[in-house]
C-alpha cells in the first residue's frame, strides 16, 4: 500500500517528465524487405508495427562512449540514447529490440531526421516516463 501523498508526488514527477520532452518522435517496427525479381533491388518493405508517434526527450547517454564496430564492411560509431516518452502512453504490444526511433522534430535541428534502433525498454510502475533505449548506428 503506498502513502497518500506518494501518488501526488508520483503525478508531480511525471508532469515534470512530460515538460522535458520537447521532441517529436514516431517508432516503429521495419517489415521484411521485398526483393525485386524484375530489377534484382531489395527495398524496405511496410512498417510491421506502428507502435508511437508523439512527444519525447531523446538525449544521449553521457557515461556511454561511442562504440566502434564494423557492419557492412565499414566502420560505424555506436551512441546509445535513452528516450523517454509520457508514462501514460498507450501501447497495444511489447516494443522489442530492432524497432526505429525516428526524430521528426526538435527544437535543436541537429537532431531532426536523427534514427535511432531500438535495444530495450523499461517498465516501472514507479517512473516519471516510459523509457527506451536505442543506438545511433551512424
Same mark, same amino acid.
Given at each position: 500500500?503506498?502513502?497518500?501523498?506518494?501518488?501526488?508526488?508520483?503525478?508531480?514527477?511525471?508532469?515534470?517528465?512530460?515538460?522535458?520532452?520537447?521532441?517529436?518522435?514516431?517508432?516503429?517496427?521495419?517489415?521484411?524487405?521485398?526483393?525485386?525479381? &524484375? =530489377?534484382?533491388?531489395?527495398? %524496405? /518493405?511496410?512498417?510491421?508495427?506502428?507502435?508511437?508517434?508523439?512527444? +519525447? !526527450?531523446?538525449?544521449?547517454?553521457?557515461?556511454?562512449?561511442?562504440?566502434?564496430?564494423?557492419?557492412?564492411?565499414?566502420?560505424?560509431?555506436?551512441?546509445?540514447?535513452?528516450?523517454?516518452?509520457?508514462?501514460?502512453?498507450? &501501447? =497495444?504490444?511489447?516494443?522489442? %529490440? /530492432?524497432?526505429?526511433?525516428?526524430?521528426?522534430?526538435?527544437?535543436? +535541428? !541537429?537532431?531532426?531526421?536523427?534514427?535511432?534502433?531500438?535495444?530495450?525498454?523499461?517498465?516501472?510502475?514507479?517512473?516519471?516516463?516510459?523509457?527506451?533505449?536505442?543506438?545511433?548506428?551512424?
Amino acid at each position: 500500500m503506498t502513502a497518500p501523498g506518494f501518488e501526488e508526488f508520483l503525478a508531480r514527477g511525471r508532469a515534470a517528465a512530460e515538460e522535458l520532452q520537447r521532441e517529436e518522435i514516431h517508432v516503429w517496427m521495419p517489415g521484411p524487405d521485398v526483393f525485386d525479381r &524484375v =530489377t534484382g533491388t531489395t527495398t %524496405p /518493405g511496410p512498417p510491421a508495427a506502428d507502435y508511437y508517434t508523439g512527444p +519525447a !526527450r531523446v538525449k544521449p547517454i553521457a557515461a556511454a562512449s561511442g562504440e566502434e564496430v564494423e557492419a557492412g564492411e565499414r566502420e560505424v560509431s555506436l551512441h546509445t540514447f535513452e528516450i523517454s516518452v509520457p508514462w501514460a502512453t498507450t &501501447v =497495444t504490444e511489447r516494443l522489442l %529490440p /530492432g524497432a526505429v526511433v525516428d526524430v521528426l522534430d526538435s527544437p535543436d +535541428a !541537429r537532431m531532426v531526421g536523427l534514427r535511432l534502433w531500438v535495444t530495450g525498454s523499461e517498465f516501472n510502475s514507479t517512473a516519471s516516463a516510459w523509457r527506451i533505449r536505442a543506438e545511433d548506428r551512424s
